[in-house]
């Protein structure tokens, strides 16, 4: 089968799947590059990124990191940065079923507490800063 | 043959025969916590459990009622009771939890002033009566009544809320033994309520539990004693039964 059917078939059966898998979210949310230092106390703040509820990440000074998610070691050869972005804004258009949160999108959500209610969890910015972060993790944990 | 028949005939025994692969939130605490929560003279629950001996005996209401003036010495009329709820409220027309009928006794019965949720009060009478069945199984109502309600918890257990948009069965069912941050997360089921939590430094009700679950997704929780609520614990008590109960417990 040639690939173009092939990869036709696919985006006649998941287009959204299909389509980002290949190539994410190729353009950034802001005109301000991300900052990869800002992007680190992110994903290190358990309030802001709670990213170390879920996951492990090379970030040694914070004890206590989830294991219920793949380390972030690595992610930056693992994925390009479009790829990254889209696992940000709405990881679920990959995965219905993933548990982790959609970080920039505020449709399709249920009884979302008044205090978050129509809010992102992180903000356009910051998730080009944690994407920049992100992309320096070349290194896969030994 | 017995896969089948297990599959066509017996999914609800086998399931319970699955009881060994169920785990109380007990069995993965650290041995200091279990050890706190099986002596009573180190379990900060017993407080209330003392506490909630002396109210079961107070007199109150107009007629200077005390419970054990209609139910006698709890030790014997409250055995096995909270192993059974929540049940059918017959008066309502409603499922009611142990700590709803606390309420409702007091009020319909008593005729004394009303004892809010989560108050010291309520948490003491409950705990007293929920330590009158420690050590014995879960054992939900057969009554069909409850089971619109039990369906009910059972969809709000698998429903997706808050701004992180993540269900009870994501965490309790899909990740259950995995670490959250530094807790582990539990098979969620109600084996010790009401309880003594360290980090609240105080006792709780199961429906604080659900609380703070629901607010940990960043979703708007249910109002005390709401009916959701009541459902939830149905489901949850529906999935815990057999398993024994030991209230009060204690959580990290």
């Known amino acids: 089968m040639n690939r173009k059917r092939a990869s036709l078939a696919l985006l006649l059966l998941a287009p959204l799947a299909a389509a980002a898998r290949e190539e994410g979210l190729p353009e950034p949310l802001t005109a301000t590059p991300g900052d990869a230092v800002r992007g680190r106390a992110i994903v290190a703040d358990r309030q802001r990124g709670l990213c170390l509820l879920c996951h492990t990440a090379p970030i040694p000074e914070e004890r206590f990191q989830g294991n219920l998610a793949p380390d972030l070691a690595g992610a930056g050869s693992r994925w390009t940065e479009a790829q990254l972005r889209l696992r940000l804004v709405d990881s679920r258009r990959l995965n219905p079923d993933s548990l982790m949160p959609s970080y920039y999108r505020t449709e399709g959500l249920h009884r979302v507490a008044p205090a978050f209610a129509g809010r992102t969890v992180l903000s356009a910015q910051e998730i080009e800063d944690v994407v920049a972060y992100l992309l320096t993790l070349k290194e896969e944990r030994p | 043959m017995t896969r089948l028949a297990c599959i066509l005939l017996l999914l609800p025994l086998c399931l ?215 459902a939830i614990e149905l489901y949850l008590a529906q999935r815990a039964a057999g398993m024994t109960l030991e209230a009060p417990a204690v959580r990290p």
Do not use: K
């Open chain 2, 16 to 230: 319970s025969a699955a009881a060994e692969e169920r785990r109380s939130g007990f069995q993965d605490m650290a041995p200091e916590t279990q050890a706190m929560q099986q002596d009573d003279t180190a379990n900060p629950g017993m407080l209330w459990v003392l506490e909630g001996e002396t109210l079961w005996n107070a007199p109150a209401g107009p007629a200077g009622q005390p419970c054990a003036g209609c139910h006698g010495s709890a030790e014997s009329a409250m055995r096995g009771v909270a192993a059974r709820y929540p049940a059918w409220d017959e008066a309502d027309a409603a499922p009611i939890d142990l700590a709803g009928r606390i309420q409702q006794c007091r009020a319909a019965r008593q005729g004394a002033p009303p004892l809010p949720r989560e108050s010291e009060e309520l948490l003491a009478l409950t705990a007293y009566v929920a330590r009158q069945s420690r050590g014995l199984p879960i054992t939900p109502p057969e009554d069909p009544r409850l089971d619109p309600a039990r369906a009910e918890g059972r969809a709000l257990y698998t429903e997706r809320r808050g701004q992180l948009d993540l269900s009870c069965a994501q965490c309790h069912d899909e990740n259950a033994g995995r670490r959250l941050a530094g807790s582990a997360i539990p098979q969620a089921h109600p084996t010790g309520y009401p309880l003594y939590r360290l980090e609240w430094q105080s006792l709780g009700s199961l429906q604080r539990r659900l609380r703070g679950c629901m607010t940990g997704v960043r979703a708007e929780p249910y109002a005390y004693g709401a009916l959701e609520y009541v």
